[in-house]
């Protein structure tokens, strides 16, 4: 196990830098003078030149990567334009928030998608299957922003409820901070549900096919014993993938989500960072989220390992 994760650890460092550069690119290939959008159009050619010696922007491109990158390395995602205040703190400060709303939305995902998805592989071609599917598949088509919306209507009109705007710290105050994520986090709990769900019907059924699950059943197990202690565990690689996925998303930043319930987390921050041509924010901010991701996947690679120890690197 050791040993795989430090492979796996290695592996990362070309990953890392190969996002770096098409991170640096796309921010830097975007048609404009990033100085002239962020200074507006009454900007001075003297404001302008001032701005582009600030931001680097006044060196050769392949000069402005490497000094990008030492400062990466020495933990200096940049200053914003807007705030004048260091990226990174503000991307962990609000990554900290997208956190504690991804893991309320994952918790509330699997609750509802594993028991449903076992059910409707245990019931496959049943109405209880047939009717469980076409709520997945509802949950997947339909927009998270567009559930959400919903939600607010249905609470606000017909039960007078709002959620609080004021962002509370979960470790301030649980329940308030309990009130403002809750609907997020089922906004985002169903859609994250619904793919779960229907990969967890079927890699179930997959595996209750296998011979091992006939063998356990002809020994005289008790069908909860052959479904939960030997059919979900050699199940879960497939779940666990595209849950890992969704959850990388997720911490990356549900943008309109966080837009639509006002959370400050760090969608909301990048795109607040967009809209003000806040270009350190915007470059430090996709470069964060990316690297996220990256790692996200990487303890998925180790759960796999954990799970099934035949998994060689």
Request: hydrophobic fraction near 50%; aromatic fraction near 10%.
């Amino acid at each position: 196990m050791g040993k795989y994760i430090l492979k796996r650890l290695f592996s990362l460092i070309p990953i890392i830098i190969g996002i770096s550069i098409i991170v640096f690119l796309i921010i830097h290939l975007v048609p404009g003078d990033p100085a002239s959008i962020i200074l507006g159009n009454n900007a001075t050619p003297e404001a302008i030149k001032a701005l582009n010696a600030k931001l680097g922007l006044d060196k050769p491109l392949i000069v402005q990567y490497f000094d990008w990158v030492v400062h990466l390395i020495q933990g200096n995602f940049g200053t914003s334009v807007q705030t004048d205040q260091s990226v990174l703190p503000t991307l962990i400060n609000k990554f900290l928030v997208t956190f504690q709303l991804t893991l309320l939305s994952v918790l509330i995902g699997w609750i509802i998608a594993i028991p449903l998805g076992i059910l409707s592989a245990v019931k496959a071609n049943s109405v209880v299957d047939f009717i469980l599917r076409i709520i997945s598949m509802l949950g997947i088509s339909i927009p998270n922003f567009a559930i959400g919306t919903l939600l607010l209507l249905i609470l606000s009109v017909y039960f007078g409820w709002y959620p609080p705007i004021d962002y509370v710290n979960f470790w301030d105050d649980p329940i308030s901070a309990l009130k403002i994520f809750i609907l997020p986090a089922i906004t985002m709990g169903i859609v994250l549900s619904a793919g779960i769900m229907r990969m967890t019907r079927t890699s179930f059924i997959e595996t209750l096919n296998k011979d091992f699950i006939r063998t356990a059943r002809a020994k005289g197990n008790p069908e909860g014993t052959v479904i939960v202690g030997h059919g979900l565990r050699n199940s879960m690689i497939p779940i666990i993938t595209i849950g890992g996925m969704q959850i990388g998303y997720l911490l990356g930043g549900a943008v309109i989500v966080e837009q639509l319930f006002s959370i400050p987390g760090i969608g909301q921050y990048i795109l607040n960072g967009i809209y003000h041509r806040d270009f350190p924010v915007v470059q430090g901010g996709v470069l964060f989220i990316s690297l996220i991701f990256v790692f996200v996947n990487l303890i998925v690679d180790i759960i796999y390992c954990w799970i099934d120890p035949r998994i060689k690197y």
